[in-house]
Structure formats: structure tokens, C-alpha cells
């Protein structure tokens, strides 16, 4: 697998809270904006076995009230504030077997994860962002907001959808004030959670790992470039958007799918 790397300093300065950055595609995120000189402070539920930078990590589960004002207190303890904040957290651990599977917990957890968690952390943040006149927000959604995947993730789908709307109003309201509001879309990204999804279609279909996947790939209509994406493709995109090099980018959705969506 090829690596994107950048030694370019562009970030030096820059203050940023990534959640859920210890798997997948938030981890990928910390590298590379760390790697191009941010200060970058990220959650997680549990605290991994090998941890780089321990002193930048806050131990919370977001999906909380009390977890987020936990993250909150300790970011602007020891930053001041953020300069951009990617909420990132997310996904589903509901049961499959279509909505009827679903209670309303599994509803209600789900829409903490993928929605709340991220209202609740901007209102907290936007304050200073605000008061500095510039920011950028990042909120990572999912192409199944437009493709919802009846069986497992019914629930996902809904608050990622609500998450691209809440998102939507959000950078009306504070472009005006200098901080930019941006959803990106991921399409199949592998990454640990896409691979425990993977894993638990497998077991309750009868079938093998690469079957399963097969099968979510093609449930998706297929993927015209012809394999699943990277995490480390989703962080060069935020890169980019959060940099000086994207100031008229606000307010939209990029999705990043190698071109599932079937629609213009």
C-alpha cells in the first residue's frame, strides 16, 4: 500500500482535535496533519497498547455529554482552543436483520455517535474559533446518507444524513464570521470498523471474509475504480481542505468514494 507523505510545514502553528484518531481513517488524519506541523489532540474510547504522543490524548467516550465536556476542558486547558476540529468519530455496532432489529438504544447510541458527539463538541469549540475570526470544522459523513444499507446500518445512515444537514446550516451561520463548515463523504473505506462490519455480514450470511466484502461492495452498486479505498486518500483530502489552499471551499459535501455514487 502506498503511503502519502508530505514534509511540508504548512500547519506549524496550528492547533487541532481530531476524534477518534487512533484507527482507521482518524489515525491517518493525526499523521498527516502532525506530520505537517499541527498540534493535533485526539480521543478515543480506550487508550491503544502502542501509543505515540500520549501527552496529546484524552481518554472519553464522546458519545456522551459527560465524555465530550471531559475533551473539551482538557483541549482548552492545554491548547487555549482549536483551529480545526475533525469530528471524525462514528459508526455503528447495531445488529443486522433490518429495522425491525432495531430499538430504540440501538437508535438513540447511534445518533450520539454520528451526530451528537459533533453538535455537542462544535458548539463547545466555535466560541474561540469565533472570537479568532478563523476555523475550519470537518465533519466526516458517509455516502450511505444518500445509499442507505437497510440491513445493519439503517440507523448509521440516518445520522449521517442528519450530520450533512446540521453541517449545511452550520457554515451558513459562521462563514460570515471567518470559520469554514465542510462534510466530507466517505465511500468504502477500509478501515478497522469497515473490517469488523465485514467480519459480523460474514458470520451472519455463513460466508468468508472476501465474499462479504464482495457483497458490500456490490450492495453498493459496485465501485467503478474497482477496489475499496484508503484512509490515508480520506487524510490527504481533509489536508487539503483545511489548508490555506482551499479558503473558498465551505459549506459543501466532497465525497470520496472512487465513484459509488451512481448520480451527478
Known sequence: MTTIQSDSKE?????????GGTKGMGEAIVKRLRLAGATVITTARTKPDELQ???????????????????????LARLGGVDI??????????????????????????FNANLFAAVRLDRALLPKMLEQRSGVIIHISSIQR??????ATLAYAAAKAALTNYSKGLSNEVAPEGVRVIAVAPGFIETTAATGLIERLAANAGTDFDTARQRLMDSLGGIPIGRTGRPEEVAELVA?????????????????????????
Open 85 to 110: 476540529l475533525i469530528n471524525n468519530v462514528g459508526g455503528s455496532s447495531a445488529p443486522s436483520g433490518g429495522a425491525l432489529a432495531l430499538g430504540d438504544e440501538d437508535w438513540q447510541q447511534t
Open 11 to 19: 500547519f506549524s502553528g496550528k492547533r487541532a482535535l481530531v476524534t
Open 146 to 151: 444518500s445509499l442507505p444499507l437497510y440491513d
Open 53 to 75: 504522543s500520549p501527552e496529546l490524548f484524552i481518554q472519553s467516550d464522546i458519545s456522551t455529554p459527560q465524555g465530550v465536556e471531559k475533551v473539551v476542558k482538557e483541549v
Open 240 to 264: 487539503f481542505l483545511v489548508s490555506d489552499h482551499a479558503p473558498y471551499i465551505n459549506g459543501t459535501e466532497i465525497v470520496i468514494d472512487g465513484g459509488t455514487i451512481p448520480t451527478v
